[in-house]
């Protein structure tokens, strides 16, 4: 039985139908200005018995900041209904060449993780891993930068990390670090076993003990006058390259 956690909000109409359509038992109420509250949306409301209530004037600054823009529509939301147990998802995981899984390693900007999470289902990933501690959490800002994204995925919550990636290992899965300085280049390896890929904290990188358990640390090439690239631009970009020889990852359901 999941845990019920404190509720976190989303906001927008895009957002919340793909948490109707796609995990609805998360929905836990939604919140509706009169001019969000079209037929269609109570329509998918009513068919997951959802409660809905008018939006009134103090609101949407109780539950969501005030730049959100949240189209008159926000929803609570219970994130123990998104997350994934790591066991339970690992005890039903079919990996094959087309496998890929996506590690974040204490990010910390909601931006980044959102913006991960959407590249990650663009691409055909089966999963995006998270820490459970010292890492940037599923808040409506990252539901919002993920396009709703965060529902179309499983998204596995980890207690540990590097017991984590020694299961997988042990699953046959090859384990790839994202560094700026590693030691090849995206463009040099076949990726052809299943893959976890791990994304590190913005500032320091992948830590030691996670790092040392990378089976390649993988670069990618740009021009010297550019030192970096964001954490999220460089995830979109190996997910992306690693696509082009997996496209039978790109067509497959659910």
Not at 2 to 7: D, G, I, Q, T
Not at 48 to 77: C, E, L, T, W, Y
Not at 98 to 115: H, S
Not at 176 to 195: C, H, T, V, W
Request: glycine share 10%; charged share 25%; hydrophobic share 40%.
């Amino acid at each position: 039985m999941k845990r019920e956690r404190e509720k976190i909000y989303i906001y927008g109409k895009h957002a919340l139908m793909e948490a109707l359509g796609n995990a609805p038992r998360a929905v836990k109420k939604v919140f509706l200005s009169p001019e969000a509250n079209t037929s269609e949306l109570r329509g998918a409301l009513e068919k997951n018995k959802i409660p809905f209530s008018a939006m009134k004037g103090g609101d949407a600054g109780r539950m969501v900041s005030k730049d959100a823009s949240h189209q008159g529509v926000i929803a609570a939301v219970d994130p123990a209904e998104i997350l994934v147990n790591f066991d339970d998802f690992v005890s039903n995981l079919k990996s094959d060449g087309n496998t890929i899984l996506v590690l974040l390693d204490e990010l910390t900007d909601p931006q980044n993780v959102g913006a991960i999470i959407r590249s990650a289902v663009a691409f055909g990933a089966s999963g995006v891993l998270l820490p459970a501690k010292n890492q940037a959490p599923i808040t409506g800002a990252v539901v919002k930068v993920s396009a709703g994204m965060v529902f179309r995925i499983p998204i596995v919550e980890v207690g540990n990390v590097n017991r984590a990636v020694d299961i997988l290992k042990e699953k046959d899965f090859r384990v790839y670090g994202l560094e700026m300085n590693g030691e090849r280049e995206i463009s040099d390896e076949k990726f052809g076993a299943p893959s976890l890929f791990i994304v590190g904290n913005e500032g320091r990188g992948i830590r030691e003990k996670t790092f040392e358990r990378c089976d390649v640390q993988l670069r990618i090439p740009m021009n010297p006058k550019c030192e970096s690239l964001n954490a999220s631009v460089s995830a979109a970009i190996v997910l992306f390259y690693w696509s082009l020889g997996h496209p039978g990852a790109l067509k497959r359901n659910g």
